[in-house]
């Protein structure tokens, strides 16, 4: 091999139906209770309901990551595998369909553990759960790749997948904290939360695998495995453009997973209303349901790199107003939100768009025959990423927390926080992402294919 070759993969035309797209999408559901809510509720879970300290609680969800990242290239490499040997990942997206037990589990604490061994409990199952959503995940976003489309219809699948995701996530997102019982949450209420999430979870994961197994009936792509192991993540990382467009994501979901964490403090600790956390949830989540066709029509028309540019800049403006706090007036705030909500939105859609425009603009062979492979290979890695952000997100605001000596205590009680743990709740909600989006914009300036992908595939 002379290195990687880069060529231009032929376009194509094809419209996929919308039936198949749309139980393809129906996949997500499942897959956003599991991002929102252990990253909107199991930080505050751990210290305000379990009493473990804000130090153990961020360790607790940064450790099990560490897992991710080694393996999730390797589920990659063995859904390509599948994908060679069967013509399809279906083993693998039945597999991670055990998600909604692990979720379930997540929030079923017995009630005699605190502190520590509370932690412990929670970490085992993040691990668990984890590893299968990575079982479901990895060959669910190689799909895109697997099929033969061109470059906006790339970005029409993932406007469907991004939809859908939205609502899942502002479902669980808004059922969640009421199902745990609200101002008053107490154990029974996140173990009775997790029983009912899980339940329609697996569901929707069902529906999902057999979507995908009507979109490849009608537009999919054999393609070879390619080289396995620690060689395929070599080569996926010398991919330049690779390269910069997962830095850049990892900047992304970091942010967007810190904001998340923080959203019950802000609304208890800083507007001083703890039930405004639905309200702030919804006002994030919701836009997305509304503006995610205007994305797809302003990455039409202008590409998807300057509309992600645009809408981390957004993210970024928006950020920098809830660091101001109460005195901006609860109106703001809240339009704020909003303005990261919209962002957010571009920032789902418009970089999983652009994966399957990097996968099929690579080549792994010898001659360069324009066969593009190890598809799995990439999306493992990318999804390695993505549950690297998840982690490093709550762990840096947790770190924010214990800085300024936030007091953790169990369901029922309400320690008097310090002023430093209250500035701590504000600028780790505001600044802290300003500061992180900034650093995605700058990494996402380094990415070049799309003026290339737009012509070519």
């Not at 060959?139 to 697997?146: C, F, G, S, V």
């Not at 609200?182 to 999430?197: C, E, H, I, K």
């Not at 991919?239 to 850049?248: N, S």
Request: with cysteine.
């Amino acid at each position: 091999m002379t290195g990687l070759d880069r060529r231009p993969v032929a376009a194509t035309d094809t419209t996929l139906p919308r039936g198949p797209l749309a139980g393809f999408a129906t996949g997500s559901l499942g897959m956003g209770v599991w991002v929102t809510v252990p990253g909107l509720l199991l930080l505050y879970f751990l210290t305000d309901v379990l009493a473990v300290g804000p130090w153990l609680a961020g360790l607790a969800l940064l450790l099990p990551k560490i897992a991710d990242v080694l393996l999730h290239p390797w589920v990659g490499h063995r859904a390509d595998v599948e994908q060679t040997r069967r013509g399809d990942r279906r083993r693998l997206l039945l597999l991670g369909c055990a998600l909604p037990v692990a979720f379930a589990a997540l929030f079923a604490v017995p009630g005699g553990l605190t502190g520590a061994p509370a932690a412990a409990w929670v970490a085992v199952f993040f691990i668990a759960g984890n590893l299968l959503f990575a079982a479901y995940q990895v060959p669910y976003l190689a799909t895109p790749a697997d099929l033969r489309i061109g470059y906006d219809e790339r970005t029409r699948l993932m406007a469907f997948r991004m939809v859908v995701l939205t609502l899942g996530i502002l479902v669980a997102g808004l059922l969640a904290p009421l199902l745990t019982g609200g101002d008053s949450a107490t154990r029974g209420g996140y173990q009775r939360m997790g029983v009912v999430l899980a339940v329609g979870m697996l569901v929707a994961m069902l529906v999902g695998v057999a979507g995908i197994a009507r979109l490849r009936g009608s537009a999919a792509d054999r393609t070879p495995a390619g080289h396995g192991g620690w060689r395929a993540l070599r080569i996926a990382l010398r991919d330049r453009q690779f390269r910069w467009l997962v830095a850049a994501y990892l900047a992304m979901s970091t942010t967007t997973h810190l904001v998340l964490a923080g959203v019950p403090y802000y609304a208890e600790y800083e507007l001083r209303a703890p039930g405004l956390t639905t309200v702030l949830v919804a006002a994030f989540v919701a836009p997305a349901l509304l503006v995610t066709p205007a994305w797809l029509v302003v990455a039409r028309r202008v590409g998807k790199q300057r509309a992600l540019l645009g809408a981390q800049g957004a993210f970024a403006i928006g950020s920098l107003v809830l660091a101001v706090g109460r005195p901006a007036g609860l109106p703001v705030l809240v339009a704020a939100v909003a303005v990261l909500g919209v962002a957010f939105a571009g920032m789902q859609l418009l970089p999983f768009s652009m994966l399957p425009d990097v996968i099929r603009a690579a080549t792994h062979t010898a001659d360069g025959d324009g066969t593009p492979t190890g598809a799995g290979t990439y999306t493992g890695v990318w999804t390695a990423t993505e549950a690297t952000g998840a982690a490093l997100g709550p762990y840096a605001y947790a770190l924010c927390l214990t800085v300024g000596g936030f007091v953790a205590s169990t369901a029922g009680e309400s320690p008097v926080q310090p002023d430093a743990a209250l500035a701590a709740v504000r600028y780790g909600f505001g600044l802290l992402p300003a500061v992180a989006m900034l650093a995605a914009l700058l990494l996402q300036r380094r990415y070049t294919l799309d003026a290339t992908a737009r012509t070519t595939s």
